[in-house]
């Protein structure tokens, strides 16, 4: 006997994890009519969006803010949910380049006083002869190379992504220099100089309680529309029927009618029966994520430093970017101390993944003197461990992508996105921007416009991350 149809039976829509995709998705599902569970492995929402509470201060998971770039319809979105919690502000970074202190945003005479002769005379002659360079290999670096120019490809953005994806630039394909540098030609520098050369050119948006408030309200607002939301909830199996999905919850078997999944592929692949082709795990097997370690240092201070982020390219530190939360905003934190979030890029199961807090508090505080920084007034340090955030764009990376994405466009009823799921680095706004694209593929009867989620897929390609 055939099953029956969903849109009788009441089997819900399912969503698979409680990031900003996620619940962006399950909400605008639940507003158009659907009946949404919403199922997450952790005890609370927010994914890496989320915001802990430390020593007191609400903190994030590494350096976040919301840009203005940002889809008019998404912030018109979270200003009604967020009201006067959202506030303006002015970034206000540095960069450690050639040893020396560089505003960022970049300023136009900030950098004439900030960097050294030598480094202003290659930009120059590097700008001067942009138009006859052309890259030499379908890599990052030459890709960089080729438009910025080789002196500061190789002064920052080289090491850096060295830093981050844990392999050399020249490993990297070029469509991450597309998908992670917004300004990848001398005019284009130009004019985010020309816009930081004012307040307005560099605003930001965040939540007076921290970013994790973004993925709280979202998740409010999901249940007011009827979200069914689980938390601390593991799934041990996904079977594929005809006609339905069982999502399998130790010994509870819910039946779905459609799951829309934003977990890591790996991941998903391991749970889906029957079992995906044996190119589409080879595939997935070859895909890698760089893992990072984030290392709260509780400060007996009020304040460490005015800025709210350093970014530290150079491999005499192991820190990426260095974020001072309270500074993003004006909140409710408590006085006489702050809270650091040191970056640190690494390998699950390396020398940074299994030291000790006391062992990485010390060796932060160290670190931070030797980029000349003051020394922190230690008195804790807490962790957090993400093994999966920055995926490594390999050279040939496209073409697993490729066998991933044809196995997932035949399924009938699995639909995957997300940051994790389809493989990108976005920003938050991109990802919020994809929840509510495939909530808007959903049709009344339960059925999935796969016509427009290819639209939408081929959307999610032109997005540029922003630092």
Known sequence: MDAPDPTVSGRPLVV???GPTGLAAARRAAHCGHRVVLIERAAEVGGMAASPTIAGQRVDLGSHRLHPSIEPEILADLRILLGDELQVRIRNGRIRLDDRWIAFPLRTFDLL???????????????????????????FAANLRAGLGPTVSRAFYEPYATKLWGVSADELDAS????????????????????GASPAGRTFLYPRGGYGRICERLAESAIDSGVEIRLSTEITGIRLNNDYVTIKLGNEDLPAHRVLSTINTTALVNLVSPRPPQSVIDAVDRLEHRAMVLVFLVCDQDQYTPYDAHYLPSPDTPISRLSEPRNYRDGPDPEGRTVLCCELPCQVGDEIWTATDGQLGDWMADSLVGQGLPRPRLVATE???????????????????????????????????????????????HVLRMGVSAADALKADGSFDREAWRMALAEFETFVVED
């Open 383 to 429: 962790t957090r461990r993400l093994p999966h955030v920055y995926p490594i764009y390999r050279t040939g990376y496209a073409n697993d992508l490729a066998t991933i994405a044809k196995w997932t466009e035949g399924l009938e009823r699995l639909v995957v996105l997300g940051r994790q799921g389809l493989y990108t680095p976005d920003n938050l706004h």
């Open 16 to 18: 698979i994890g409680a």
């Open 176 to 195: 991450l220099a597309r998908r992670r540098v917004s300004a990848r030609s001398p005019l284009a520098i130009i004019r985010k100089i020309a816009r």
């Open 113 to 139: 006083r900030s960097v050294s002769p030598k480094f202003a005379l290659g930009a120059a002659l590097d700008a001067v002869t942009s138009l006859v360079r052309r890259p030499q290999a379908d890599t």
